[in-house]
Structures are given as structure tokens and as C-alpha cells.
């Protein structure tokens, strides 16, 4: 069985810092990924973030997700995942959905129903990726077991943009945000 400390401690203190555009390279297989965001560059609370690099870490996740209840496993792997994060549309990543709500002023962004999803069309969406190119690396680690690294990690760690399970004003705000440009993109489409 891995240490999930361990592996909780190769996304805290990276050896590599991957740049979006390669996350092609990374393993398909299961383990926990941390985004890390040029300083600066995201309107986010000041606090104690892992840095390393001119980068902080903000954000970490997992692939595949937890099995649910019932035994149920996810098909998920790192590659997948990431490559979801880096290249494809804020429906299927939250992470692309807040990075939105955060860039939507600077990028000119609104979320719209495209091909009955919401997401930001297809040149918002390239900004978002582009943004990511400039401005973000990542680390990852292969863990079987991701989920527990990840509690750890969220337990320990300080990221802003993880928001699940937080009710800070930071969080409720972009959490509010979120739902805000939700209900306009769907009220548009009608």
C-alpha cells in the first residue's frame, strides 16, 4: 500500500512543475494532481500557499473519484483528468468553471448554453486554456488509492479554490458567482 502522506507531500513539494500544455505526458493511471497559479495572477485571499517557482498552489484533485457507496468505481485516470482540466470546457471541470468566474472581467468571458452545456463557447474556452499555458503548472502523483492523499491534503493544506465543504466569504463568493453566471446562461437559452 502507498503512503499517502508521501504522495500527499509530491503535490506540496514538487519536483517538476508541469506546464498545462503537457499534461499528455502525465500517467494513465489513478493519483491526485495540485494546480499551482503564477503568483499575481488570480484575485484570491492572501494567505499561506505552497510556493515554488513564482507559482502557488491553489488547487488539488483527484482521479479517479472516490467509489461510491455501492462499490462503484470511476474509469478515471490522471491523464484524463487533467487533460479535462487543460484543454476541454468549464462543463466538466469546476476548476475551468471557477477560473471563469475569476477571468470572466480580464478575458472578457460569459458562460453561455452551447450545445445544450454550460460553458464559455468555443473562444472562451481557448482563452481559458491559453490563461492556463501562461500562467499555470501542475504536479501530479500516482496514488491507487487518490481520495486519501487528498483528504490529507485538504485537511493540511491552504487552496483557494478548492471550495467543496468551505464557507468563507471567499468561497461563498465565488461559490455564489458560479451560480449566478449558471442561471444567466440558462436564462439566456430560453
Known amino acids: 500500500m502507498p503512503d499517502h502522506s508521501l504522495t500527499a507531500g509530491r503535490i506540496l513539494n514538487p519536483l517538476t512543475l508541469h506546464s498545462a500544455a503537457d499534461v499528455r505526458s502525465a500517467p494513465a493511471s489513478p493519483g491526485i494532481y495540485g494546480w499551482w ?4 495572477t488570480l484575485d484570491v485571499p492572501e494567505a499561506a500557499y505552497q510556493e515554488q517557482g513564482g507559482h502557488q498552489l491553489l488547487y488539488v484533485g483527484i482521479s479517479p473519484r472516490k467509489p461510491s457507496a455501492a462499490g462503484r468505481a470511476s474509469n478515471g485516470n490522471l491523464r484524463k483528468r487533467l487533460l479535462t482540466h487543460a484543454t476541454k470546457n468549464a462543463s466538466q471541470s469546476t476548476l475551468r468553471r471557477t477560473l471563469g468566474v475569476l477571468l470572466a472581467d480580464g478575458l472578457g468571458l460569459m458562460l453561455g448554453v452551447h450545445g445544450g452545456r454550460e460553458h464559455y463557447g468555443p473562444q472562451g474556452e481557448a482563452l481559458i486554456s491559453r490563461w492556463l499555458i501562461e500562467n499555470a503548472r501542475v504536479a501530479w502523483a500516482v ?7 487528498e483528504d490529507e491534503l485538504l485537511a493540511d493544506a491552504t487552496l483557494a ?3 467543496d465543504g468551505r ?4 468561497a461563498r463568493s465565488i ?4 451560480r449566478a453566471a449558471l442561471a444567466a446562461a440558462r436564462a439566456s437559452a430560453r
Open 37 to 40: 497559479m503564477r503568483k499575481g
Open 167 to 170: 464557507t468563507d466569504v471567499f
Open 143 to 149: 496514488d491507487p488509492e487518490p481520495w486519501k492523499a
Open 175 to 178: 461559490s455564489d458567482r458560479r
Open 161 to 163: 479554490l478548492n471550495l
